[in-house]
C-alpha cells in the first residue's frame, strides 16, 4: 500500500515541473545567448564531420597515389623508367599530402632512390625530412631511416656524423633490428680507429647474432681487433 503523502507535500509544486518552468524562464529571458550557444554548437558539428570527411578523402586520395608506385614497379620493374615515374609520384605525394601517412613515407622512398642512384646530399635531405615527421614509431621505419643516414654520412666519409646517426637509429623502436645496429656501430668505431670502443660494439653484436655466417664474420672481426 503506498504512503500517503503529507499536506505540505500535496502543497509543494512538483520538482521536475519547477526546473522545467526555470529553464523556461531562462530561455525567454536570454533568447539571445542561448540563440548564439545553439548556433555555435550546430557549427561546430557541422565543422567536425566537414574534417571528418574531408580528412577520409584526403588519406584515402594520397593512398591510391602512394599504390600507383607498386602498381609501376608490378607491371614494368624496378628499371629507370620506372624509378623515375615513381620520382615523380613520391614528389606529387609530398606536394599534395604532405600531412598524411604516404606524403611522409614518401620522404623515405625518396631518400632510397636518391641513395641507390649515388645522389647522397639529396639521399640525406629527404632522410632528414622523413625523421622529422615521423614522430613515435614502432614499426622500424624510423631506424632504417636513421640507419640509412648513418651509411649516407659513411659514404661520405663523415664517420661522426655516421655515428651520430647510428646511434640514434639504436635508441630508437628497433626490434629485429639490434643486432644491425651494434654492427654498425663497431664498424664505425673501427673505420675511426677506435678499436676499443669497436670490440665493445661487435661483442654486443654477437650476444644478438644467430645467423651463422654473421656470427663467423664477428667473431673474426673480435679476434683481429683483440
Same mark, same amino acid.
Given at each position: 500500500?503506498?504512503?500517503?503523502? $503529507?499536506?505540505? !507535500?500535496?502543497? %509543494?509544486?512538483?520538482?521536475?515541473?519547477? +526546473?522545467?518552468?526555470? &529553464?523556461?524562464?531562462? #530561455?525567454?529571458?536570454?533568447?539571445?545567448? &542561448?540563440? &548564439?550557444?545553439?548556433?555555435?554548437?550546430?557549427?561546430?558539428?557541422?565543422?567536425?564531420?566537414?574534417?571528418?570527411?574531408?580528412?577520409?578523402?584526403?588519406?584515402? $586520395?594520397?593512398?591510391?597515389?602512394?599504390?600507383? &608506385?607498386?602498381?609501376?614497379?608490378?607491371?614494368?620493374?624496378?628499371?629507370?623508367?620506372?624509378?623515375?615515374?615513381?620520382?615523380?609520384?613520391?614528389?606529387?605525394?609530398?606536394?599534395?599530402?604532405? *600531412?598524411?601517412?604516404?606524403?611522409?613515407?614518401? *620522404?623515405?622512398?625518396?631518400?632510397?632512390?636518391?641513395?641507390?642512384?649515388?645522389?647522397?646530399?639529396?639521399?640525406?635531405? $629527404?632522410?632528414?625530412?622523413? #625523421?622529422?615527421?615521423?614522430?613515435?614509431?614502432?614499426?622500424? #621505419?624510423?631506424?632504417?631511416?636513421?640507419?640509412?643516414?648513418?651509411?649516407?654520412?659513411?659514404?661520405?666519409?663523415?664517420?661522426?656524423?655516421?655515428?651520430? @646517426?647510428?646511434?640514434?637509429?639504436?635508441?630508437?623502436?628497433?626490434?629485429?633490428? !639490434?643486432?644491425?645496429?651494434?654492427?654498425?656501430?663497431?664498424?664505425? @668505431?673501427? !673505420?675511426?680507429?677506435?678499436?676499443?670502443?669497436?670490440?665493445?660494439?661487435?661483442?654486443?653484436?654477437?650476444?644478438?647474432? +644467430?645467423?651463422?655466417?654473421? #656470427?663467423?664474420?664477428?667473431?673474426?672481426?673480435? %679476434? +683481429?681487433? $683483440?
Amino acid at each position: 500500500m503506498a504512503a500517503k503523502l $503529507s499536506k505540505k !507535500e500535496l502543497k %509543494s509544486p512538483d520538482a521536475f515541473q519547477t +526546473t522545467f518552468e526555470k &529553464v523556461g524562464d531562462y #530561455v525567454s529571458e536570454n533568447k539571445a545567448r &542561448v540563440m &548564439v550557444a545553439g548556433t555555435a554548437l550546430a557549427c561546430a558539428m557541422v565543422i567536425a564531420v566537414g574534417i571528418y570527411f574531408y580528412w577520409s578523402y584526403y588519406t584515402n $586520395s594520397a593512398l591510391k597515389l602512394y599504390a600507383k &608506385v607498386q602498381e609501376n614497379i608490378m607491371k614494368h620493374g624496378d628499371n629507370k623508367e620506372t624509378v623515375n615515374e615513381n620520382i615523380k609520384i613520391f614528389k606529387e605525394l609530398i606536394e599534395k599530402y604532405p *600531412h598524411s601517412w604516404s606524403g611522409r613515407m614518401a *620522404h623515405y622512398h625518396l631518400g632510397n632512390i636518391y641513395y641507390n642512384n649515388g645522389e647522397i646530399d639529396k639521399a640525406i635531405n $629527404s632522410y632528414d625530412k622523413f #625523421v622529422e615527421m615521423a614522430g613515435s614509431d614502432k614499426t622500424g #621505419v624510423k631506424f632504417l631511416a636513421l640507419t640509412s643516414l648513418g651509411y649516407s654520412y659513411e659514404v661520405k666519409n663523415d664517420y661522426k656524423n655516421a655515428l651520430k @646517426y647510428f646511434e640514434q637509429a639504436q635508441n630508437t623502436y628497433n626490434i629485429g633490428f !639490434e643486432m644491425i645496429g651494434l654492427r654498425n656501430i663497431a664498424r664505425t @668505431y673501427e !673505420e675511426m680507429n677506435n678499436k676499443q670502443k669497436a670490440l665493445e660494439y661487435y661483442k654486443k653484436a654477437l650476444e644478438k647474432t +644467430t645467423e651463422p655466417a654473421a #656470427v663467423i664474420f664477428i667473431k673474426r672481426k673480435i %679476434s +683481429t681487433l $683483440s
